[in-house]
């Protein structure tokens, strides 16, 4: 069974340019989650889909960050225009319930990294 | 509100001793408890969880923690380290409540020496 998948795995773009980050969850997983990493601080919450909906989008940290789940699958993770503040990591999961469900389990994908020049 | 403190952002043991990794947390719900490791160019791992009942869980890699409720604690542990330990280590909380989403610490870094 394929894991969660990430792309691109490395991106470097300059201040002001666009990426956008995929991530396919893993088949059957209603929950998909993005979080993030910048250097040296904690892995952060950014936002929680189920399905095609946005569940939780309060740790997303402002309008130049736009994220998708077109039909329920896979989802992109838009930054336009990027900041280098936003240089990091960002990871993609997906559970099949939520995590504070008994036995649930979230997993997590390899991570996009982005560094923003 | 949850939060979660790792003592010690790089710790280092020798091969063969013991490891112990720290975690604190505060919730203000019973919480669920997470270690996730990362390997160099890997993503987050599930080592083990702490949801109900036994308070000592056994994850993989003979890994261990133990839920300490007065103390607020999880720390993790192994007792013998060995050169494929190597890697970042990081500490989660949930709450048990539905929508409530992972809160990590801040990571910790084992270093096995040989």
């Known amino acids: 069974e394929a894991g969660v998948t990430q792309f691109p795995s490395h991106s470097v773009i300059e201040k002001g340019q666009t990426v956008t980050l995929r991530c396919d969850p893993i088949?059957?997983?209603?929950?998909l989650y993005w979080y993030r990493r910048v250097m040296g601080k904690e892995i952060k919450f950014l936002l929680h889909f189920v399905k095609e909906s946005k569940q939780d989008e309060s740790g997303m940290p402002n309008n130049r960050f736009l994220a998708e789940r077109t039909g329920g699958t896979y989802s992109t993770l838009k930054v336009q225009p990027a900041e280098l503040e936003d240089s990091g990591v960002y990871f993609c999961a997906s559970s099949q319930d939520f995590p504070g469900r008994f036995g649930n389990t979230i997993y997590f994908g390899e991570g996009s990294w982005l560094t923003v020049v | 509100a949850q939060s979660v403190t790792q003592l010690g952002s790089h710790v280092s043991v020798s091969e063969g001793a013991l490891v112990l990794l720290r975690c604190n947390y505060s919730s203000s719900v019973p919480p669920y408890l997470f270690w996730y490791v990362q390997y160099p160019n890997q993503g987050l791992q599930l080592l083990l969880k702490y949801t109900t009942g036994a308070t000592l869980v056994k994850g993989i890699n003979g890994f261990e923690a133990e839920f300490k409720k007065s103390e607020t604690s999880f720390h993790l542990t192994k007792p013998s380290a060995h050169m494929s330990d190597a890697a970042e280590y990081f500490c989660a909380v949930s709450g048990n409540n539905a929508g409530n989403m992972l809160t990590f610490g801040g990571g910790t870094r084992l270093m096995v020496k040989p």
């Open positions: 088949s059957g997983h209603d929950n």
